[in-house]
């Protein structure tokens, strides 16, 4: 058995197609018929020099869906030969044990605007257990509009998590529009619907963190985003004031204690990162949990600002916040377009240098990846930064998991 008891936040049939998918990049995928209405299995036929074959087993269980990955019968000489194989089957061997643990993998993402957006669009479709954390309060003027490759994106930080949370691109397309539009009748004239809505629900449910997680399981988003702070007028609408600022609440505490992979992602330091950092117990959370913690850095400063463009100033006010130095540091290799260069320095921005040296003062390994998007926006790649994230976490369980068993 390679990995037995991983429980998957998911139904049967769900947590079906995601390893369906999840698997087949590795190889063929064959199914099996299932032995008991409660389990699906299916073989995964490997493209590696033996031909080598994983059954993945999925059972209904109160939790969820418990994954078990093993071998069939009669192939263990062929394993065995498979550690001498070429170096592309060592390095297909290394991403197959990371593989159930990727299945397992919980990460927190704290942050606002863009940076947080690009990072959950990542992520969205290579973990089972995804939350986004955000301050809960009205943002802070902002002189652009937020937009990515596709358009423009809602301004609050939670509608942004909504859409970047959406399973498709069609959905997400579809609900940025509806999130952003601004209603035309009198008595709602100028009004975000996206506010209205998570007004309305939050009337119904008694809370902003509970209209999320209605407006969550309306739109079928794949993960959670919680408030680290629940006592806020919401900023779009008229609210009587006066409210007094609640703690965190609980589930805030929880999924940063339960984390494998906490994720500060990249964004603007007080705009985006402070008011979730400093809400109240967040930063002691942060602090106390097991998770490993990696701090992604911006690829271009704000425009028009004095921020200085290298790694380790971005990095150094955070772990500074924190009280202890990251796990990890990822920042940005390049290249960028002569056209990209350009446009933001004519706007007063500047490429962020990755500066190793001084950034280790301020965390423990730092990573140096190609992460840029193409196109004329200096933006992430949301797929290589979310790939990069799920292996540094996947990585981790990895090594906790054979240093627990050599000491047991």
């Not at 592309?88 to 991403?95: E, G, I």
């Not at 600002?305 to 290298?310: G, I, N, Q």
């Not at 500066?355 to 301020?362: C, G, I, K, S, V």
């Amino acid at each position: 058995m390679i990995r037995s008891g991983t429980v998957l936040p998911a139904s049967l049939d769900q947590a079906l197609h995601r390893c369906l998918a999840l698997a087949g990049r590795f190889g063929t995928i064959r199914l099996t018929r299932p032995n008991a209405p409660n389990v699906r299995e299916f073989v995964l036929e490997l493209d590696d020099t033996f031909g080598s074959r994983q059954r993945w087993t999925l059972k209904k269980v109160a939790a969820g869906t418990e994954l078990s990955i093993g071998r069939p019968p009669g192939i263990g000489r062929l394993a065995t030969f498979a550690r001498w194989g070429s170096a592309m089957d060592r390095q297909l061997d290394r991403r197959l044990r990371l593989l159930p643990h990727v299945a397992s993998l919980k990460i927190v993402v704290i942050g606002g605007g863009t940076g947080l957006y690009t990072t959950l669009l990542g992520l969205r479709d290579r973990t089972w257990s995804l939350t986004a954390l955000v301050s809960g309060l009205p943002r802070a003027t902002i002189a652009v509009d937020p937009k990515d490759q596709l358009g423009s994106l809602p301004r609050d930080d939670a509608s942004l998590c909504l859409v970047g949370l959406t399973p498709t691109l069609e959905e997400n397309v579809v609900l940025r529009a509806l999130l952003s539009h601004r209603m035309e009748s009198r008595d709602w004239r100028d009004a975000h619907f996206g506010a209205a809505l998570l007004l309305a629900l939050e009337e119904i449910g008694g809370s902003r963190q509970a209209a999320l997680d209605t407006a969550g399981e309306l739109l079928g988003i794949r993960g959670r985003v919680l408030l680290a702070m629940d006592g806020s007028p919401h900023p779009a609408l008229p609210r009587e004031r006066g409210r007094e600022i609640a703690d965190p609440p609980r589930g805030v505490r929880d999924s940063l204690a339960d984390a494998d992979l906490i994720v500060i992602a990249p964004g603007h330091l007080e705009l985006d990162l402070i008011p979730v950092l400093c809400c109240p117990d967040v930063i002691e959370a942060v602090r106390d949990s097991h998770a490993l913690k990696v701090a992604v850095t911006k690829i271009m400063t704000a425009e028009g600002s004095d921020e200085v463009p290298l790694a380790s100033q971005h990095v150094r006010p955070l772990a500074e916040l924190i009280g202890i130095p990251f796990d990890v540091a990822l920042t940005n290799s390049g290249p960028f377009s002569h056209g990209q260069v350009r446009a933001y320095a004519a706007a007063g921005a500047l490429p962020i240098q990755a500066d190793t040296e001084a950034t280790l003062r301020y965390a423990r390994r730092v990573l140096t990846e190609q992460l840029g998007a193409a196109g004329h926006l200096a933006r992430h790649d949301p797929e290589e930064l979310g790939q990069c994230l799920v292996e540094i976490g996947a990585e981790h369980l990895l090594a906790t998991s054979e240093a627990q068993a050599q000491g047991a």
